[in-house]
């Protein structure tokens, strides 16, 4: 065995040497360039001044939690999808009989901490929830908190979905006060509208409305299963939803009470009308009912306004139900305009209880996150980039040989001292070289300066655009306006 | 076997399984609170909007990154420090035995496969030539990126060192110009003047001359023990380096050169006379001085001059070595002002050959990195963060109830409207509350509308540094100015 070892060892001195070659990416991550990354951090800084207009504030937890933090809070699947991090020093020798002895428990399905204690985080949430429940005695409470970092998950890539990726949310915690739903349908409607998506759709629900539903359709007991065949509506239609709710033992009459309910339509206000006449009698009903009717009335994108423009953006949709079991109060879904069939670039919801999990009970919360990636394909497709960030570097000053290029430098530094972003091309070289380089960096000016420039203290200013250019004096150069 | 996996499974339903309970972090690992955040953007968009100025271009790639791209990169040091990331699926039942069989090579280190693909980057250089060499045919040359993501090394943590941390790289590739060592101090100096660190210190020197000295005192063959041993200078004395010296089989003589060269000092302008005569036959060491000399006079921060203050903030340093040899040309390394007890904020050099190492030869570069916790600390120290950025909200208006709250909203819509960061308290409640929540959260503006505000259609806005209070009609309050 030692010599075995040993043999190994000399062709390969650690155990996980690459072998080199032509590199690539892991399956389901991207790099970012330049363009990218210029259309992704205006995407996000747009959201970001909105999340601290509203007076929210920003949070950053580490890529990695110890692996307890994650495990068994997004259900067995997500368990399964949550990166582990294989703890160093396993092939250090002296560990070896213990390495062996708690990889024979993984391999027998038991927990382990010899390999693995820590995973990159798998949501924003949970890490929220450990940060306030290790934090709540410091926190001015109601806390709003946003948080825009990446998260992975181990996921089967496929077209849009990727196994490292951003999210972007903002929740506040501590409080019970249906202005933080107003706040949040706000924010949404105020990020949405800077980003030039004017028609997007915010439909909103209660989880106390679909609670009611099961109470008059087949017992509270029922409510998982409705929820999640409701949830399905949008994919699979209403005759199939009906088979799945008869599978799960609701009778015919409780099925048809499901589906006038489904079939509720019209404006807000017809929706509301209907809601009340099904529920007359259901007291939680009227609760899910009063919340929306509070968020509807002081949400100035749900109705015309004086400061907003006549298209309603805030829906309500009683079949929006939304999967994840821990909402209890409002529940928000955002459509991407119709003419983009990409669905949900934006969703959340209140829920009563974040840091339980941790052993710091009652701080109840309301959350909403931001799509980014389908976001960014939104804006793509409808060309909502402004042009000007793509434009990096505003003028390169041509480089002429070693003498004109100490002057083109000195003036250089004058223009980026005015803030303007400023290039002198790396050596002397052919023009065409030179003019190449920025209209492949889509540089808009170039500067020329010369012997004869040098002479007489002015330099060219190319308009690369127009091909129009002109003479400026050096000490005029400044101020000269690039536009 | 089976049915001891059974047993274990009803009581643990996945080996992973938490405990629950109190929350911690990985060790090594931060939460950045609200403040932390802040202060950390402030650098780190300061030092962006420098490279900006200076054309380059942003870059982010994935934390994840194949292991065998990262492996063998960094010394058999580093390949330890690389957090690996466990496969997922690895208690599937089907794939026992070939995991097993995989571990068993783990245990008599050898390379696998079926525990670990894939890693978290351990520095951004390396992805960085992962880029280059898989998007060399889009690029544009010279190519200039800058880069600031967190990287992740599983270090032994201690005050100051951390397991997860941010580096802030600048590099050109694609070109040998001694430009862009120009360009890479003007942008060290233009970032740390904007960030108020005016007496930092940027120490260069040239891997030719440590070359040259070699070459004079044992041979080529010994430069890496004599830059190693000169690297430790600062730490161990003079004497200790020629002990060391001694012990790799040096003679008196060669070592009483490299004393001569390590007592060099005085101005600049003295070094480079000293140097001169030291190394008079030594073309190796003309180049190197040459190199130094192109980049201290074309840079304005080594000398008194016009548009920059009195202070040469450029220091010719021939003790200078950087660990890494890699490097072949102009080194650097920027120090803290001296009061500040923290060494190195800053350092990078030219390298020959960026991505030779995944097949694509002949991409030489120089590059340079912001130590951007170290900076953070200097700053703190120092008291160098503007008070500015620790204000967010900037107006709170009290909830005094439902009606009132309804008027206050919209308001606080108009506000917003105008760009001032503003919020309502959650739910109405006496006023030392909301008095301590707007303490709490660092807010300098109250607003208060109770019905008799209402009436008047007025509201009484308090200063809550000054205490100082007036009324001001509905219709003037947008164009209030908070100051």
Sequence with gaps: MTDK?????????????????KPSLPQGTRDFGPDVVRKRQYILNTIKSVFELYGFQPLETPAME????????????????IFKILNNGLDNPSKEQQVREEFEKVLQGRNTKAITERALKYDLTIPFARYVAMNHNQLTFPFKRYQIQPVWRADRPQKGRYREFYQCDADVVG????????????????????????????????RKILQALAEVSGGVDKMIDITIAI???????????????????????????????????????????????????????????????FVVNQTPNSHPDSYRDQTPNLIIDFTLARGLNYYTGII??????????????????????????????????VGISFGVDRIYDVMDELKL???????????????LGAEESKTAYDLLQQLRQKGIASEIYHE?????????????????????????????????IKDLRSGEQRSVAFESLPEFSFV
Tied chains: 1, 2.
């Design 5 to 21: 070892k040993n043999k190994d060892s000399s062709n390969l001195s650690h155990p996980f040497r690459g072998t080199g070659g």
């Design 66 to 81: 110890n692996l307890e933090t994650l495990m068994g809070k997004y259900g067995e699947e997500g368990d399964k999808l």
């Design 175 to 206: 409080s019970n006060s249906l202005i933080n739903e107003v706040e949040l349908t706000n924010i949404y409607n105020d990020a949405f509208r800077r980003l030039g998506i004017n028609n997007y759709e915010l439909r909103i629900n209660s």
């Design 231 to 293: 949830d399905k509506l949008d994919k699979i239609g209403i005759e199939k939803v009906k088979e799945e709710l008869s599978g799960k033992g609701l009778t015919t009459d409780q099925i048809g009470v499901i589906e006038n309910y489904l079939n509720i339509n019209g404006s807000n206000e017809e929706k509301l009308t209907a809601i009340k006449k099904l529920f007359a009698d259901s007291s939680t009903a009227k609760q899910g009912i009063e919340q929306i009717e």
């Design 332 to 365: 928000f879904e955002v459509k991407a305009p119709a003419e983009i069939k990409i669905g949900s670039i934006g969703g959340g919801g209140r829920y009563d209880d974040l840091t339980g999990l941790f052993g710091v009970p009652n701080i109840p919360g």
């Design 385 to 399: 980039f402004p042009n000007a960030i793509e434009v990096g570097t505003q003028v390169l000053f041509f480089n």
């Design 428 to 460: 002397p070289t052919k023009f065409d070289k030179q003019f190449k380089y920025a209209e492949k960096k889509n540089i808009p000016f170039a500067i020329i300066i010369g012997s004869k420039e040098i002479e007489t203290k002015t330099c060219v």
